[in-house]
């Protein structure tokens, strides 16, 4: 399977490495739209193997738990066992015993018959071959009369004696069986658990070679990925102009113009650090359209451990804005947007301490404060959003009274001399 799967990434990337200008850019696209039909059909498969790998791993956890049950109660059995190991010894012991006395009384009898036929008495011969049992014998009227008492109680207490090892007899294959049984239960369910538990960790342990397997997969394709979008990148780099595309760059969140945090100097808000802000903060609630600028060729749209989920557009000419904190990607490297189109979804993903959107301008690579960039440096007059405005009253009312403030002071200096015209548009 490895092998096979190697072999066809192999042929996927020798078939897209060479970056030949010539290449058609749909070709690009519909070989990232096979590659991306892969990694979430991998993904999924991941994902389903994870799953099912949590659930065996609860049955594993819950086997342990009936294993540990089980031991217990064996552990239990055991020390009944040894009781009955113990009970049974001692039932042999008194077997024993009342077997040597009844052998001994019977010896002591069977000598006192002997005596009594040598000494010509033969009457308790006679009734001893006539009598059924021991108690008829004892019973009987001649034996009695013929019989010492002497005699007569020690053939009772043969009987009992015989009567005593027959019940103890019995008690003991009892007690015998009755641990035999337990053995034998407690043997059999805890081999049924081990041996489940050892097929469940069988299947887990493919599982988890099926998963290692999936996740190599799912890496070479997104290595396959990567290199499809760098040359689409390449490519559209090479088709677009080298100069800059031209035009004041459009306010990047409809509708939203405060400015929460400007371009310069501050102290970071969750590392405590004083730096360079490097773009602008506009407050726009989670989910609102960040747009792109500028038309251009999107070269980033990654998650960035401070930035979040950000998106990268080159426009040309040494300009590239930068779109970051977004809670949803709406384009991906490669792709070619237009102005005002959407990119990112709004969102605090990243450094954040809520949702914003940050925006960045750099030119050859380097930061540079977006203002001068922007409407020839001026928020957009919030009545051009008046609709918008009435959603969200507190953000747009206050960067009216300041965007009227700023269109007066220019006026102004308008007519003033032209010198301070610039310098205010430039601020």
């Known amino acids: 399977m490895r092998k096979i799967l190697c072999i ?50 609860e049955q594993v956890q819950k086997l342990d738990e009936k294993i540990a049950t089980a031991e217990a109660e064996l552990e239990e059995t055991t020390e009944k066992v040894e009781i009955l190991q113990t009970t049974i010894k001692q039932l042999e012991e008194q077997q024993k015993t009342e077997q040597e006395k009844y052998d001994t009384q019977k ?65 003991l294959e009892k007690e015998k069986l009755e641990v035999a049984t337990i053995i034998e239960r407690q043997t059999r369910t805890s081999k049924v658990l081990q041996s489940t538990k050892a097929l469940r960790e069988s299947y887990i342990s493919k599982l988890s070679d099926q998963e290692k397997e999936t996740q190599e997969k799912l890496e070479e394709y997104n290595k396959v990925l990567e290199e499809v979008n760098k040359q689409l990148v390449e490519l559209a780099k090479n088709e677009i102009d080298t100069a800059y595309i031209g035009g004041e760059l459009a306010w990047p969140v409809p509708g939203y113009t405060k400015i929460s945090s400007p371009y310069g100097m501050r102290t970071h808000p969750i590392t405590k650090v004083y730096k360079l802000h490097t773009g602008v903060d506009i407050s726009a609630p989670m989910g609102a359209n960040f747009v792109a600028a500028n038309d251009g060729i999107v070269i980033k749209a990654e998650y960035n451990i401070a930035y979040g989920k950000m998106v990268v557009i080159d426009h040309g000419g040494g300009i590239s804005t930068l779109y970051a904190h977004g809670s949803e990607f709406l384009v991906k490297a490669g792709d070619t947007v237009k102005r ?85 548009t430039t601020q």
């Open 8 to 57: 066809i990434l192999t042929c996927l990337i020798c078939s897209i490495t060479p970056i030949v200008l010539a290449v058609d850019a749909t070709q690009l696209q519909d070989k990232q739209k096979e590659v991306q039909e892969q990694i979430n059909k991998t993904n999924n498969e991941l994902s389903d193997l994870k799953m099912d790998i949590t659930e065996n791993l």
């Open 107 to 171: 010896e002591v009898f069977e000598q006192r018959v002997v005596a009594l036929y040598e000494a010509g008495d033969t009457q308790y011969i006679d009734i001893i071959l006539k009598a059924k049992s021991i108690t008829d014998f004892i019973s009987s009227y001649y034996v009695l009369s013929e019989i010492a008492d002497y005699d007569s109680e020690m053939l009772q207490e043969i009987g009992e004696r015989k009567h005593n090892i027959e019940n103890t007899k019995e008690k």
């Open 340 to 424: 005002n189109q959407a990119v990112l979804k709004v969102g605090s993903t990243g450094y954040s301490t809520g949702a914003h959107a940050h925006f960045e301008v750099r030119k050859n690579g380097k930061v540079t404060s977006p203002m001068p960039y922007i409407t020839n440096g001026i928020v957009p007059n919030s009545e051009e959003d008046k609709a918008q405005s009435e959603q969200d009253s507190t953000i747009n009312t206050t960067n009216t009274s300041n965007t009227v403030e700023a269109t007066n002071t220019t006026a102004e200096n308008k007519t003033e001399n032209s010198e301070t015209k610039q310098q205010t």
